[in-house]
């Protein structure tokens, strides 16, 4: 996973720099984002292989962010975090177009190997038939 370019998106700061250095051991290249509109501006100044984002942010929530992105950064597939033991937000991030979703705290082979799968899947774009 060397050549991954991942961003990591958490409004919190014990979780995502903890987790960013984790990854960067790991040889994934990991860009970190505090918000929702952080996020955002990352995704419009560079090239994203995979989105990792926390549901509950303040802001532009993980949700919101997922509506934005599948509209203006189709090809990034986005695997959603929740700490809130939400089954309704998960399966409400996967009709919105969410690769797939993961409890906190969440295990990092287990992160690792759905952000893998993630970047393999064929390419999905709003409005196309892809069966």
């Known amino acids: 996973m060397a050549d991954l370019r991942l961003l990591l998106v958490d409004d919190e700061v014990e979780f995502l720099e903890p987790m960013a250095a984790r990854l960067t051991r790991r040889n994934v290249s990991c860009v970190t984002a505090g918000s929702g509109e952080e996020a955002l501006k990352l995704l419009v100044a560079g090239h994203f292989d995979c989105a990792v984002v926390d549901v509950k942010m303040p802001g532009i929530d993980g ?3 997922l509506r934005r ?3 203006n950064h189709p090809d990034v597939p986005v695997v959603l975090l929740t700490g809130h033991a939400s089954i309704e937000l998960g399966v409400q991030g996967m009709e919105l177009g969410a ?5 906190k705290p969440v295990d990092l082979d287990e992160l690792l190997d759905t952000v893998r799968r993630a970047v393999q899947q064929p390419t999905m774009r709003p409005g ?4």
């Open 63 to 65: 949700l919101e962010l």
């Open 69 to 71: 992105m599948r509209w």
């Open 99 to 103: 690769f797939d979703y993961l409890m």
């Open 128 to 131: 196309r038939d892809n069966a």
